[in-house]
């Protein structure tokens, strides 16, 4: 399965994505907070954009001390002061863990640094750093399904459903999460379950590719080549890029010498 689609989609929504303001502060429980908080966002954000990077960084650390949940505020800081480089991720880590001395309550810091080390597969660091954050943060349903995304990067399949069950009790439309669950049900050799959870995904998301390869992906594990080569030719035709991860998807090596698959793949 294509694990890459589920960490991009959940970190979602929250990590170096280019939402709409109007979106980014949509949480804000109080109007007028959520007013000024997004014209300041707003602001820093253009501010970004012409390379005034200074004066953004300015409003978005005064956001850090003032909103220490926003994580908005925390995404534009570092697109604002990252350089891109092959070690791009040591050096964000680094860079958080220095904003963390400034604000040792912005929970958003650590969201962040937890997110980059899964990202790069530091899995037991994100897992002991998760552990912390929920610790603040228990109804947080965003915390318990990063944590179920490491536990599957430490292959720990059960205890990631067990994750994602929390994570849906804590927030039920987050039906996304059926598909991160699903992915784990599968490696469990629990297909029908996994099976059922992915085509409530597909019933939800019809025009999501991913969503057939996966599922493609399921029944090739369980050794249903037939409806496999179905799922998967409907995920090529509406997204060509998926070719080249079936190639090498160790979950479709039973189809590696099969006829169909290879004309499918060219």
Sequence with gaps: MKKLVYLISFLMVVAFSQRTWAQSVSDQKDQGIEDTLGAQLQ???????QGKKEEASKIL???MA??????EAVQWWLIANMKRSPTGEVEAISMLDSLSKSYPSNTGILFFKIFIQAEHGMNQE??????????????SADNWILKGQILQGLERQQDACTAFDKALKLNPSRTDVWGMKASSLSKLGQYDESLTLMNKVIELSPNAAENF???GCIYCLKGDKRNALVD????????AEFKKYALTDKDLKDLYDDKEFKELTK
């Design 232 to 239: 998967l030719k409907k995920a090529f035709s509406m997204n």
């Design 43 to 49: 602001k820093a954000q253009v501010l970004v954009q």
């Design 61 to 63: 650390t005064s956001i």
């Design 66 to 71: 003032t909103h220490p949940n926003n994580r």
């Design 213 to 215: 390869y996966n599922r």
């Design 126 to 139: 994100a897992l002991t750093n998760v552990e912390r954050l929920i610790s603040v943060q228990p109804d």
